[in-house]
């Protein structure tokens, strides 16, 4: 994991905030230790307190492999680019405060790392703020980049965030992905469509939907398919002929490589029916390599009719116009696919259509047992949309697993099936086939948890049970681990200048962090550990920036493959049963059955990852239940969670979510309730709507105390530090008293949005949000805060891609601001370019203008640049540099003065 730091706006850098005394020097001392171990020189830090990206995981999937990252902050996704294929795929989300978690992280860079493999060649993940900014009830904004910051104390006074911004995917090579749309807003799902050579890869010793079949030892008969044929379509008018090679202007280049290829070293592929391999020569650094093409076509439409089918099997796959030097070789080329005959003398071609061929061929290899041969056909069948046969390849693939025996497989296929034809008397006839597997093995595990019951007692096997072998045991197998991870360094500096200050430094930071991801695994038992740890130091001398130690993650955790059980302890979140925010402490699961979960959780309160040793003067404890899936499309969390501090009950609190997801159509809803103060906390609503053509709608509606109510918010203008020393001055009603007149501002807003694909390559997202902040009373020496009017925000962004590149995006942003105070326009614009395949480059444009009541403007413009070169497969340069060029104050006769800023930032990134 790195964090690199990205230049706040204007709002940001107002007035300093005071930084908090530097604390936790064992713990600092020694990762200082550790990282020097470690053969770096210097110390490790993160720049923001808290993480927007909490864990990135890659999953199994029926389609490939799910990438999973778990959010901090619920997020409203708006849309991605480009929609379906490419190498770094960027989706722009909308955040949703929530209280415990510092606001101020939105502010900021940072990239989770991953290891890429074959199969999942996923580099990183990188959260941009591009326009987003934490404004509060005034339009100014309460962070200041690089300081510890109180979440409680930041997410007080109505603090929102507004605008959008980007999570950046990145691939080693072009990729085929869905993003799915799920009723989880803490989490991003992508699923990578089928494995390198393109095929879906499921591992079988994972679950399916959180079940796993027992085998069923006894062979099925080979009775009948009982699968319908499709009807053959109606006959069309013949095909014109074949055009002369002549007149064919297109083929594909499909892989490049250092070796020749032979006459049988092609793999097959429907598509390529009746076209010509061969094979063509080129010079990279200066030594041969050969290209593998497969031709020709009349026009280029028929051509990239053909990519988009070979683009998973060939990611390197590209058109090109075809020259007399290309037919010449493909005259003379021997090359055909594996395992094809040599060409025979031309006979009459059959009439039929080639998908119904194959069908047919896969159902006699069915009846013979041969499967791999039949799933082979049947998957190139379904991987084409258009052809009536799909259906039926698709049922026939769920019986060609069952009947190999790979019933996990079978399930995983079947439902398949009925995603894509939910309805309809096949449908049915799937779903009796589905139900029919789940029920047999669920009666196999009974059978079997009997026969050993009867055993035990001494007596004998029933006939029928002993016609069935159960399957022995695994034998005991030893830990198996696998470490990754990554560390990195960034140093930062920023100077500033002002009219008659002249040019001072500002900032000049060592930023250093250490991500080790450790998974194990032996029997039924999977363990991972967890350490995200760092350290800044501060090379500027008497500056508002302090060394601090910061841990984010440091935990161990212990679970059953079938996650029956699950058991966590040390630094860590949970996205949901109450908690607010990081705590120290432990998490424990269990699964009662297939729909209910339940869990306890306890620790203390984690109030800044920075230089904070644990409080125990203040924990929570509480319990939670998952419940679903219901009537096929609800999940619901219900928790109880109480909070104590200093001997006073802080938080006591009942609340819950509830999640729907069917036919494109998700909605999330959360609500928290103070049992003990009697007031809600918060009362979150999301809903999204996906159309068939990848536009959507989506609406949210968050009411929340800002911040929740807490026994200590009463410690606020108090001048103390712990409910104890409060009670030497007021009672315990007293302190209540102030504690609710200090969470008594509600914050309220209402945002509405879409986005529109105009093509592949266009589209635009647009929101408008308003947002209102009631206020506080004044009580115990604080003043009274006032209510604001309601804040109108405008925005709109139209984002392009293939430029030239299809991984290359532009992004041209207007967001328009009507505050109480201060009216703000800001413009955008930005491109992300591969220059080669190892140097990325992304220049940015900003400008901004902001008007108060008093006349006060502020104009700045913004150009930075940033360059990440990938030195070798590992290890990641990275370089980035900026101004900003500024005019703060009133027009005449008060007049205005120069404000500009200089920063570069520069690191590298190892990833092991």
């Not at 069915?366 to 991987?383: C, E, G, N, P, Y």
């Not at 390849?393 to 995603?419: M, N, P, T, W």
Request: hydrophobic share 35%; with cysteine.
């Amino acid at each position: 994991m790195n964090y690199s730091w990205r230049r706040p706006p204007r709002e940001q850098r107002a007035a300093g905030r005071a930084s908090r005394p530097s604390g936790g020097l064992r713990l600092g001392a020694c990762l200082r230790a550790l990282l020097f171990a470690a053969g770096l020189a210097g110390s490790f830090t993160a720049a923001a307190v808290e993480h927007v990206m909490d864990e990135l995981d890659v999953q199994p999937d029926a389609k490939g492999s799910a990438v999973k990252i778990t959010l901090m902050f619920p997020m409203r996704v708006l849309s991605w680019q480009p929609p379906k294929h490419g190498d770094l795929l960027h989706v722009q989300v909308q955040p949703i405060l929530q209280p415990g978690i510092d606001a101020c992280a939105l502010t900021e860079r940072q990239t989770l790392l991953w290891s890429a493999t074959d199969q999942v060649p996923l580099v990183e993940a990188t959260y941009e703020p591009q326009t987003l900014q934490v404004l509060d009830r005034t339009g100014q904004s309460p962070c200041q980049n690089g300081e510890n910051v109180d979440p409680f104390a930041v997410n007080t006074a109505g603090t929102r965030a507004l605008g959008s911004a980007e999570i950046a995917l990145r691939f080693n090579r072009a990729v085929w992905y869905e993003v799915q749309q799920t009723d989880n807003p803490r989490e991003l799902t992508v699923v990578l469509l089928g494995a390198s050579e393109g095929k879906v890869d499921v591992d079988t010793t994972q679950e399916v939907e959180g079940e796993k079949l027992t085998p069923i030892v006894t062979e099925p008969a080979n009775e009948p398919l009982n699968v319908p044929r499709t009807p053959a379509p109606p006959p069309e008018s013949a095909a014109p002929p074949e055009q002369p090679l002549a007149e064919q202007n297109f083929f594909l280049s499909l892989v490049s490589s250092r070796e020749t290829f032979g006459t049988g070293g092609v793999p097959q592929n429907p598509a390529f029916e009746g076209k010509r391999f061969f094979s063509s020569e080129i010079r990279k650094d200066g030594k041969p390599w050969y290209v593998l093409n497969v031709g020709f076509f009349a026009d280029r439409a028929a051509a990239d009719a053909v990519l988009a089918k070979v683009k998973i099997q060939f990611p390197e796959a590209q058109v090109l116009a075809a020259t007399d030097r290309d037919r010449e070789s493909a005259k003379a080329a021997n090359i055909r696919p594996i395992g094809a005959t040599p060409p025979a003398p031309e006979v009459p071609k059959p009439a039929g259509d080639r998908t119904a061929q194959l069908v047919g061929e896969a159902r006699d290899d069915i009846m013979a047992k041969d499967f791999s041969t039949a799933l082979r056909k049947l998957d190139a069948v379904a991987q084409d949309d258009k052809t009536p046969y799909r259906k039926e390849a698709l049922e026939l693939i769920g019986v060609a697993r069952e009947r190999a025996l790979q019933y996990e497989l079978a399930v995983v296929a079947y439902r398949r099936f009925l995603k894509n034809y939910p309805d309809g008397p096949d449908s049915d006839r799937v779903k009796q086939r589905l139900q029919g597997l789940l029920t047999q093995t669920q009666e196999t595990r009974e059978t079997l948890r009997l026969s050993r019951q009867e055993k035990a007692a001494g007596g004998k096997l029933k006939p029928a049970t002993a016609a069935k072998k159960p399957a022995a045991p695994p034998e005991d197998q030893k830990w198996s681990t696998d470490v990754m991870g990554g560390v990195s360094q960034t140093w930062r500096r920023e100077n500033q200048y002002t009219s008659g200050g002249g040019m001072e430094p500002v900032t000049s930071m060592l930023q250093n962090y250490l991500d080790v991801n450790t998974r194990m695994q032996k029997n039924n038992l999977r363990g991972r550990a967890r350490l995200n740890a760092g350290y800044t130091t501060d090379l500027l001398a008497n500056t508002r920036f302090k060394n601090r130690n910061q841990f984010s993650n440091v935990y161990f955790e212990m679970t059953t493959k079938d996650r029956g059980w699950l058991g966590r302890v040390g630094r860590q979140s949970t996205g949901s049963g109450g908690v607010l925010g990081r705590f120290d402490g432990g998490v424990a699961s269990y699964a009662v059955n297939k729909k209910v979960k339940l869990n306890v959780v306890g620790g203390l309160p984690v109030e800044s990852s920075s230089n904070a040793p644990p409080n125990d003067d203040k924990f929570f404890y509480g319990i939670n239940a998952d419940i679903g899936q219901l009537w096929g499309a609800w999940d619901f969390n219900a928790y109880l969670i109480e909070q104590r501090a200093y001997g006073f009950l802080d938080r006591r609190a009942v609340g819950g979510e509830a999640r729907y997801f069917k036919n494109n159509l998700s909605v999330f809803s959360l609500i928290d309730v103070d049992a003990s103060y009697g007031e809600l906390n918060s009362l979150l609503l999301l809903g999204n709507y996906l159309f068939q053509n990848r536009a959507s709608m989506n609406a949210s509606f968050d009411f929340r105390k800002s911040p929740y109510v807490l026994t200590t918010d009463a410690l606020q203008g108090q001048g103390v530090t712990n409910l104890t020393e409060l009670r030497q001055t007021f009672t315990e009603n007293q302190i209540r008293d102030l504690a609710a007149d200090r969470a008594a501002a509600r914050s309220t807003t209402l945002s509405i949005g879409g986005y529109y694909p105009f093509n592949d390559r266009v589209s635009i997202n647009s929101d408008f949000t308003t947002s209102r902040v009631s206020g506080t009373p004044e009580s115990g020496g604080v003043p009274r805060t006032p209510a604001t009017d309601w804040d109108f925000i405008y925005s709109t962004q139209l984002l392009v891609s293939n430029l030239p590149r299809e991984s290359d995006t532009a992004i041209l942003g207007a967001q328009y601001g009507d505050f109480n105070t201060t009216s703000m326009v800001t413009c955008f614009i930005g491109t992300r370019n591969a220059i080669t395949p190892q140097l990325r480059i992304a220049p940015t444009l900003r400008f901004s203008h902001s008007e108060k009541l008093d006349g006060t403007e502020d104009w700045t413009l913004a150009p930075d640049i940033q360059l990440d070169y990938r030195l070798r497969r590992n290890i990641q340069l990275q370089l980035e540099g900026g101004m900003g060029y500024g005019l703060l104050g009133q027009a005449a006769p008060l007049g205005y003065s120069h404000f500009n800023e200089y920063f570069i930032i520069a690191g590298w990134r190892l990833d092991f």
